[in-house]
């Protein structure tokens, strides 16, 4: 540290107030050590502003120096940005739904016929999950109190399952409120939702089981094996991720939010 | 690395949907069955026009394409570099 500087810092206050950090600032080859700050007697609420102008001044040099042109809007214009953008995107899916009905017509089958019920009844697509928990006969338990009979009868139990599931549904973003920003910072909840995705998948091919080209007992069992399997092994590799990530050196950084 | 993942992806698409109309047109009896995309050839080979033969192999080629592309950029060629680059530290 110069005398110069030194004498600079104490005339800093009597002279006209420089925002640009000039007179504060020292060069970076000659950047006091700590214990030159402290001789200096000065506070830490100066030593702080030092630092604040150095970091303000070292930016403003990178701004200047760079090409870079800072606009104060937050977003890019609709028009041309966003409507060419919008336009592309809309042309490319409305391509591939004329390029798909012109290459592959659909069947158009013989009228419905209202006096006759068809001998496979499906509803649409999204809701073959609640109609494959229709389909659980196999689970409902034969009581030996009952002299093995069944406590309710299969479409009732059908239904409870229907009720069980969706309470289980409703119950899971009360136990996790969604804090995780990746997979890798909680392997259980992550499990639980692959073992979900891949049970709504295997209950609606459950519920189609007629036209599977697959035995039944089979597609039965692995209704409920493939969605423990695949969630087993999602906390598996998401446990040996986490090792990788060095997960607990950098729970700081994982936990890092941006402010609200 | 972004590159070689969306060349593959690319070909895996393009050449899945080309796949898909031309098995919907030789390999599929009805839209209703249960072998769709994959059953026996609708058309004879024996007597079919040359269009239909064209489309036919073309069906084929873009099946493998579908397999093989993917394959190659994001397995073949990620481990070819990975594998030059192993030889080339260990000569250094």
Known sequence: MTDDTTTGDREAPEKTPVADGSGIVAPDDETPTWRERK???????????????????????????SDYVERDVLAFPTWPHETVRNLSI???FVGMIIFLSATLPPHIGDPANPSSTPAIILPDWYLYWSFGLLKLNPLNPELAVLGGQKIMADRTYGVLANVVV??????????????????????FWAAVGVFGVVFAFTISLLSVKNIIPMNVDLLFDLTFLAPV??????????????????YDLNRRYYRLRPPK | M??????????????????????????????????????????????????????????????????LGPLTFWVLIPAGRQARKAVEERRS
């Open chain 1, 90 to 92: 809309a042309t490319f």
């Open chain 1, 39 to 65: 001789q200096r007697h000065v506070g830490l609420a100066r030593l702080t502003y030092e630092y604040f102008e150095r970091a303000r001044r070292e930016d403003q040099d990178l701004r200047t120096e």
């Open chain 2, 2 to 67: 972004a590159d070689e993942f969306v060349k593959g992806l690319g070909i895996l698409t393009g050449a899945g949907l080309m796949w898909m109309v031309l098995a919907g047109w030789y390999r599929t009896p009805s839209f209703g069955s249960t072998e769709q995309l994959v059953a026996p050839l609708t058309v004879d080979t024996a007597n079919a026009t040359l269009l239909n033969l064209v489309a036919i192999t073309l069906m084929d080629v873009f099946f493998w394409l579908a397999l």
């Open chain 1, 229 to 246: 399997v695949t969630g087993m092994i999602t906390y598996a590799v998401l446990k040996t991720m986490r090792e990788g990530y060095m």
């Open chain 1, 166 to 187: 969706v309470s289980i549904i409703a119950v899971v973003p009360f136990l996790n409120k969604g804090a995780a920003r990746r997979p890798v910072e909680q392997p």
